[in-house]
């Protein structure tokens, strides 16, 4: 909480909207605020700097990691996973820091020197947008923290040992905030790269969800003792949610052969479905890393994952009596067509390239291949991808829409027309019926080992698992999912195995399906294959079954992970912060820092 003591002695090498304009700098210290603020370039220019509050292009990328959990292999699994999550002792450990909040604060302070009253108030509502955001992630991250809603000067020592505020504080003020910049900022087309009107109802959807179903789920645990209600919350979403997608004026993007696919490795944000999105810029650090990540260093798709992927026509790919024992080629046929929009399956082409390629094997270890955001070759150099990377899209918000719904247990079938289906005709995918899914929920996506056991046992279980496949599905690789694990109290899939493809024995195999080997398993002596690459059993990749099996993680029969369920769903205060408030900070449940107080 120190860092609130810190004034902003200057704004220096911000770069806003992604590195395409250069904001002239003001040190705070000149900044008079007699005779700043009195025009929208100085609103505008001030406001810019909040834009830092997003992730950097190459964090995102970096980001996929934290989405490991059930979905996304690495070779060095995260800390979240492993349960090795340390306690904090930094505030810079954690991101328990607060000067941007200031930065919000001290613009709301003095904006009023500004006479034109419309132009004003757009910039407040930006100012609100990014308060709504900032405690937002905080929320996510920490549950309760303190609220603070004008800038702390420094010989304000109540205000700055200020205990945490409760969750329904918080949320609270976040929905306040994305009110009023709902209702301030003016009309300005269809902006993608900066936050508009929309973009504070998305962000009211998602905010509402999110606590709305953590608060049900984690009714009477720790981290939801005292009940808290969440039926308003999720009928807050709802609302929100139908008041975007109605009044919104955006639509999903349906046009090319392979839409959804081509969405993702565009440099433009697509401005019908994209309602927010970070743009790559040319120069150093204004990059991101899709392609040589996720072709070159080891992020893969469990077989999880494609699991979840339905078959074409609609039915459960788990089904088919052999789904854990198919092997690679025939599992890819006649699936979802998101799923060779966002996996490699055979007859994969990079954008650009007339060559066929197929899965890094020794990258992946055997795991699946992501595509998802992968562009033409020209981007493949580390940090040099320049597709779009959405923040908030369209398809989210009928996603939340649903959901809320269901979980309210008020979902309608004309609901689900007017928002999962709409993503499922893009797809090319049947409709989702509510009557078929509630009277047969999928055994697999429930089940203790492969799904998600605590979901709700309602008369609308069906339902409330296939809103769950289709946000897996859809928006895979969106930096969600982590979040989605911790409102659905499901940490304990991060101690499942990473599976990936099935081998029955060592040998040859055909990975794109034009009859021809592409890789060899061996054990023992090397064979003399044509035009493959070989990987030694053991060394090169492991099958979970000696022999055979799935191809898992070199140091996955090692890998103890541990997920607490009394302590993971949140992270731990930094103990120097509490140290300083002199016990006014308290710590969250389970995390043990020595303190007394």
Known sequence: MMKILRYLTAVAGIFVLWGCTSMDQYPED????????????????????????????????????????????????????????????????????????????????????????????????????????????????????????????????ASLCKPRDSREEVIN???????RAFNQMLPQGKKTTEVCAWTALALKSRAALFEGTFRKYHDGDPFNPNHLPWDELLKICAESSKKLIEEGGYSLHKTGKEPYREMFYSTEANANEYIWARIAGVSAGKMHNANDQLMNRGVGATKRMICYYLNSDGTKFTDRPDWNTVGYLDECKNRDPRMAQTILCPGYKQKGSATVSFTNIAATKGCYQYIKYVSDASQNSFDH???????????????????????????TQRDLDMSVNKIRDRAGMPDLKMADANAHPDPFMMSEEWGYPNVTQSANTGVILEIRRERLVEMALELNHYNDILRWKEGKVYEKPHYGMYFPST???????????????????KPSVSGVKYFKLNTD?????????????????????????????????????????GGALTQNPGWDDGLTF
Not at 93 to 102: A, H, I, M, P, Y
Not at 173 to 179: A, G, S
Not at 385 to 411: H, K, M
Not at 507 to 524: H, V
Request: hydrophobic share 30%; with cysteine.
């Open 30 to 157: 000149s900044m008079s605020p007699e005779t700043y603020f009195s025009s929208e370039a100085e609103l505008r220019q001030y406001t810019n700097s909040f834009y830092t509050l997003m992730p950097t292009a190459s964090s995102h990328s970096l980001s996929w990691y934290e989405e490991q959990g059930e979905l996304v292999a690495t070779n060095l699994p995260e800390n979240e996973i492993m349960g090795t999550r340390p306690l904090p002792t930094k505030s810079s450990e954690v991101g328990w820091t607060w000067t941007k909040l200031r930065d919000i604060n001290y613009f709301l302070q003095y904006s009023h020197r500004c006479a034109d009253k419309e132009i004003r108030e757009h910039y407040e509502g930006v100012a609100y947008f990014f308060r709504a955001y900032f405690y937002y992630n905080m929320l996510t991250k920490f549950g309760e923290v303190p609220v603070y809603l004008e800038p702390i000067g420094s010989s304000d020592v």
């Open 173 to 179: 003020q976040i929905l306040e905030d994305c009110d």
């Open 385 to 411: 991808c320049r597709s779009a990377l959405p923040i908030f899209r369209l398809a989210e918000v009928y996603l939340n829409y649903a959901e809320a719904l269901a979980e309210l247990g008020t979902l």
């Open 507 to 525: 040998g040859s195999y055909d990975l794109t399906g034009d009859g021809k080997y592409n890789i060899c398993i061996y054990d023992g002596k």
């Open 541 to 581: 990749i492991v099958l979970s079954e000696g022999d055979h099996g799935f191809a898992i993680r070199n140091n996955e029969p090692g890998l103890a992970r541990h997920w607490n369920e009394e302590k993971d769903y949140l992270y731990g205060i930094p103990t120097s912060q509490r140290s300083l408030s």
